[in-house]
């Protein structure tokens, strides 16, 4: 009975409940270790990117307002396959950039491996260089494309491929996808561990 009692305790101590100190003259509750709870992960790879900045000014290669109908802002990215509405974030280099998928693009160069397009301000920051409101362009850094890794927190509501992403050309951004892709097996993280 010991044994279960104490798997019991273990398990609510584990997940946030006080604990009583063993000595009864030393009652005073200490917080147990918390249970860090992180937005559930969906899907994890990693591609090329490019950057854009859509504001309907015609500027630039400027296509009109995104598509999700919200104006053109930081963190709005575009995929050329996952639903409006998906969000995730983004790593290049030790940077972390939180994003939702706004648009669809990049249109060619995704037949090419360039599968998500990153705001230009959003970019600037992740390279070091400066965004340019003026010529929609990022100065200080030569590369127009990089390699990041991405997560994905949640998929959009709407029509969209909920996997991997593919080429534009493919149409899989006008299909509902009736098999999203399983989420890969996350370890619960104990608050203070590894730090």
Not at 54 to 63: L, V
Request: net charge neutral; charged share 15%.
């Amino acid at each position: 009975m010991s044994c279960i009692l104490g798997a019991c305790l273990a398990a609510t101590t584990a997940f946030g409940a006080t604990t009583v100190a063993a000595h009864a003259d030393d009652a005073t509750p200490t917080p147990a270790a918390t249970v860090q709870v992180d937005k559930p992960i969906l899907l994890k790879g990693s591609t090329k990117a490019s950057y854009f900045w859509d504001d309907a000014s015609g500027r630039m290669g400027d296509t009109g307002l995104p598509a999700i109908g919200k104006p053109m802002q930081k963190g709005l990215f575009a995929s050329p396959s996952w639903p409006l509405g998906t969000e995730g974030y983004v790593f290049y280099k030790g940077k972390k950039a939180p994003f939702f998928i706004g648009d669809r693009g990049p249109g060619i160069p995704s037949n090419n491996g360039v599968m998500l397009d990153i705001d230009g301000k959003t970019f600037a920051e992740l390279t070091g260089g400066a965004f340019s409101d003026t010529t929609l362009t990022v100065k200080g850094f030569d590369a127009g494309h990089i390699n990041v890794e991405y997560v994905i927190t949640k998929w959009g509501d709407g029509v969209g491929k909920k996997n991997y992403p593919v080429p534009f050309s493919t149409g899989a951004w006008g299909v509902r996808d009736a098999k999203p892709a399983s989420p890969p097996p996350t370890p619960v993280t104990l608050a203070g561990e590894g730090n």
